[in-house]
């Protein structure tokens, strides 16, 4: 199956150099994790490719034209087709100290800006230092091993990956959108309000759908703040704030200290006084 330009594809590769086998890109988590690759919030996923679009080297984008669905391939790239022929004239020594005065520490095989231009320090001794601004891939020959996973087919499988490659961080399934004949409506994830850069995102979005949907004319994004549902009371709270009525109270008895000597009857002995002389008050009589 062969795929012709203007094709939404998604693909997962491992890209290598050949001369050395040094992984230096891959859309697979365990892979870059392996390599030393791992970038702590990067999202390692199926790329989304529409051919033609330029979203890869060129020479990697013809190779995919001609693979098959979900069959591993391998795309190899020639150094004039991928980052250009290693210039000499591009590498320059220069003064450590010039380094450190723009606060950079110098670092072996780490990338700088110096002057405006990224390079890579190559060399470092003698308070001088060696900087390569040719791109870290020039005069390699690039080895894809790449699976095309998917072709999405339906309108509505297209625009939910072009609103995922412009905000990987929330996913794809909690954006609603409706698609009508001139407009399309997409209604925002709360994940999705505060993100930063997001405002830039939805004009990066509506310029996607308009160039791949030509008869939409307007993409409009809604987004909605919801009251929050109080939570529902514990059956403990209820319980307390509203007794039941039916249910009697058993009046608490007053505990009797053990220490305290028990109170003797007075009052019942007074009566029994009384009642004895009055029995011998008749008897005289």
Do not use: C
Not at 27 to 55: M, N, Q, R, S
Not at 98 to 123: D, H, M, S
């Amino acid at each position: 199956m062969a795929f012709e330009k203007g094709s939404f594809i998604l693909i997962d590769y491992v890209a290598k150099v050949k001369e050395t086998g040094e992984v230096f890109d891959t859309t697979k988590e365990d892979i870059a994790k392996k390599e030393h690759l791992y970038k702590e919030g990067e999202i390692y996923e199926p790329k989304l490719v529409v051919l033609g679009e330029g979203w890869v080297l060129k020479a990697l984008d013809e190779g995919l034209t001609a693979l098959e669905l979900e069959k591993p391939s391998t795309i190899e790239i020639p150094p004039d087709q991928a980052f250009g022929p290693r210039d000499p004239e591009k590498v320059r020594l220069v003064p450590m100290r010039r380094l450190v005065e723009k606060g950079i520490t110098p670092q072996l095989g780490a990338r700088i800006e110096f002057n405006g231009k990224p390079a890579t320090i190559r060399t470092m001794g003698a308070g001088r230092v060696q900087l390569d601004f040719n791109p870290p891939l020039a005069g390699k020959t690039l080895v894809y091993e790449v699976t095309v996973l998917k072709k999405l087919e339906a309108n509505e499988e297209k625009i939910s990956a072009l609103l995922h490659r412009r905000i990987p961080l929330v996913d794809a399934s909690k954006f609603e959108f409706k698609l009508k004949k001139t407009e399309v409506t997409v209604n925002m994830p709360e994940e999705a309000f505060y993100l930063e850069g997001i405002q830039v995102a939805k004009r990066g979005i509506s310029m996607d759908i308009q160039k791949f949907f030509p008869e939409i004319d307007t993409v409009e994004f809604v987004e909605a703040f919801k009251r929050q549902k109080p939570a529902a009371p514990s059956a403990t709270t209820t319980e307390a704030s509203h007794p039941n009525p039916q249910k009697k109270q058993n009046p608490q008895k007053p505990q009797r200290n053990p220490h305290q000597k028990p109170q003797k009857k007075k009052n019942s002995q007074r009566i029994s006084k009384k009642t004895l002389i009055d029995s011998k008050l008749l008897q005289s009589l």
